[in-house]
């Protein structure tokens, strides 16, 4: 059974940083697709950012570009979300997600989509003015 568990959310005041970490399991990490996903309050759940994982090509949600950096650790199973200069509108609970993509156009195309097949309980980020 696959399971993601994430953690390492918080608060924080605007300018700080935070990194989240989701641990998945029950899978095979070595043709994975991953990606973090967010959704504040009243809103959609929207992408973030996601990476291949034989590639280790990264993709990006145009308003986290050069503050955000998602990054994998295959021996641990692990994919981070490194957050830096968070803005109150980067609050919101963030999710964790895992597709056995086919290769990294439709990893990408599934990022898009938000059409992944396992996803986690998700890991509230709050980011104080």
């Known amino acids: 059974q696959v399971q993601l568990v994430e953690s390492g959310g918080g608060t924080v005041q605007a300018g700080g940083s935070l990194r989240l970490s989701c641990v998945a399991s029950g899978y095979d990490y070595s043709s994975n697709c991953l990606a973090w996903f967010r959704q504040a309050p009243g809103k959609d759940r929207e992408g973030v950012a996601g990476v291949v994982g034989r590639s280790s090509n990264t993709f990006y949600d145009d308003s986290v570009k050069g503050r955000f950096t998602i990054s994998q650790d295959k021996a641990k199973s692990t994919v981070y979300l490194q957050m830096n200069s968070l803005k109150p509108e980067d609050t919101g609970k963030y999710y964790c997600?895992?597709?056995?993509?086919?290769?990294?156009?439709?990893?990408?195309?599934?990022?898009?989509?938000?059409?992944?097949?396992?996803w986690g309980q998700g890991t509230q980020v709050t980011v104080s003015s």
């Open positions: 997600a895992a597709h056995l993509a086919k290769n990294g156009l439709d990893c990408y195309r599934r990022y898009q989509q938000l059409a992944f097949g396992y």
